[in-house]
C-alpha cells in the first residue's frame, strides 16, 4: 500500500490527485488544487463519478476543463 505521503507527493508531480476505486469500490475522484497570488494552494476542487469514467484518456481533458472553469476566479 502506497503511503499518504507518496500520494502527496505524485499529486505534486502530476498536478492532480486522482483515485480510482481505492477506497470506495466502484467510484474515482479527480482534484486539482486551486493556487493564490500569496500561498502556494488555497484550496481544491474535485469531482467524482464512476471509476470508468477516470481512464488514462480521460484525466487529460478532465484536468484541462477544470482548471478553465477555475481561471476567472483566479
Known sequence: MTSVLGWVNEARTNGY???RGRFNPGTGALAIA???RFLPIRAAISV???V???GDAQIP???DTMR???EPAL
Do not use: H, W
Request: aromatic share 12%; charged share 40%.
Open 17 to 19: 490527485a486522482l483515485e
Open 34 to 36: 486551486i493556487p493564490d
Open 48 to 50: 467524482a463519478g464512476f
Open 52 to 54: 470508468e469514467r477516470f
Open 61 to 63: 481533458r478532465l484536468v
Open 68 to 70: 478553465e472553469k477555475l
